[in-house]
């Protein structure tokens, strides 16, 4: 089992603040247990601003449609492309996990054949 080397700063904010180097060993199972972490929580804060701005375009432009122009439904080809962005997104926020450790696996392999 292989082990790594992390390097970072870290902040004293207890009294007076200063700053020092730590240096932590961690296995690569843990480091790309957190990186999957990292980047679920990083698809999952896209998906949620997605979803937000998706609403907000439908909270406007569904009543512009409503009180503009009566006549014709367009805001309903809107709502069904946004929707369907939103559903795409939502399915790639489901199979990131996968996706993540497939991308590890091809790097490792990458990483074996180099020297």
Known sequence: MGRIQVEGVWTHRIGRPRQ????????????????QEIAKHETLI?????????LLVWAVLIPVNVFAAPDFPW?????????????????????AAEDMTA?????????????
């Open 20 to 35: 020092e180097k730590v240096i932590m060993t961690v296995t690569l199972e843990q480091y790309e247990r957190a990186e």
């Open 46 to 54: 896209g998906l949620k601003v997605h979803a937000l701005i998706t």
């Open 75 to 95: 805001s309903i080809f809107v709502v069904a492309g946004m929707g369907i962005g939103l559903f795409f997104h939502w399915f790639g926020y489901r199979h």
């Open 103 to 115: 991308r590890q696996h091809k790097i490792e392999e990458r990483a074996g054949t180099l020297s």
